[in-house]
Antibody
Framework: QVQLQDSGPGLVKPSETLSVTCTVS????????WTWIRQPPGKGLEWIGY???????NYNPSLKSRATMSVDMSKNQFSLKLTSVTAADTAVYYC?????????????WGQGTLVTVS | DIQMTQSPSSLSASVGDRVTITCRAS??????LNWYQQKPGKAPKLLIY???SLQSGVPSRFSGSGSGTDFTLSISSLQPEDFATYYC?????????FGQGTNLQIK
């Protein structure tokens, strides 16, 4: 059973860089797509982007090139950095696996980590 | 971007009721349409993928249907644990987008 554990700083100052990490257990990070999704308090879900284990990425243009994802195979982890944050980036950040096999869906999720920009 | 619109935004129902939630896409998603359930303080949970395929471990009272731009999620007999927020999501084209959510409440 794949499990994801996301972690983050909790509080980030405006204009600084937000960093969150997801640790994958119960399975390998290899040969999979991994994604970040966020949810502002009381609001809906926004897809941020995905990274394949090889390093290939695809980001939501709404983030205006502020997002960068990376993979650390040795630690079975993947990470998100979001630069120049504002209060609008305050959200619960979820990591998830993007499963393919012809149909794409987010089948395993981390518990979410709240990041407040203030 | 493909815009996803769910209706209704909120819904009150009783245990044992059958409920249907609708999701409409601004253009065809070629059945790359998923449904998720989210309970307060928890991560979303995948219920249905590819418009009508039941995710492993999800009770059979959940079902999905539709094609092209119009999709529905049905729950045949509501159980107490089904009261939650439901989201549709298209994975046909990037950026992947979600509906605004439907809050299913106990009547």
């Amino acid at each position: 059973q794949v499990q994801l554990q996301d972690s983050g700083p909790g509080l980030v100052k405006p204009s600084e860089t937000l960093s969150v990490t997801c640790t994958v257990s119960g399975g390998s990070i290899s040969d999979n797509y991994w994604t970040w999704i966020r949810q502002p308090p009381g609001k809906g879900l926004e897809w941020i982007g995905y990274i394949y284990s090889s390093g290939t990425t695809n980001y939501n243009p709404s983030l205006k090139s502020r997002a960068t994802m990376s993979v650390d195979m040795s630690k079975n982890q993947f990470s998100l950095k979001l630069t120049s944050v504002t209060a609008a980036d305050t959200a619960v950040y979820y990591c998830a696996r993007l499963i393919g096999s012809g149909w794409w869906s987010f089948d395993y999720w981390g518990q979410g980590t709240l990041v407040t920009v203030s | 971007d493909i815009q996803m619109t769910q209706s209704p935004s909120s819904l009150s129902a009783s245990v044992g009721d059958r409920v249907t939630i609708t999701c409409r896409a601004s253009q065809s998603t070629n059945n790359y349409l998923n449904w998720y359930q989210q309970k307060p303080g928890k991560a979303p949970k995948l219920l249905i993928y590819a418009a009508s395929s039941l995710q492993s471990g999800v009770p059979s009272r959940f079902s999905g249907s539709g094609s092209g731009t119009d999709f529905t999620l049905s729950i045949s007999s509501l159980q107490p644990e089904d009261f939650a927020t439901y989201y549709c999501q298209q994975s046909y084209t990037s950026p992947y987008t979600f509906g605004q959510g439907t809050n299913l409440q106990i009547k």
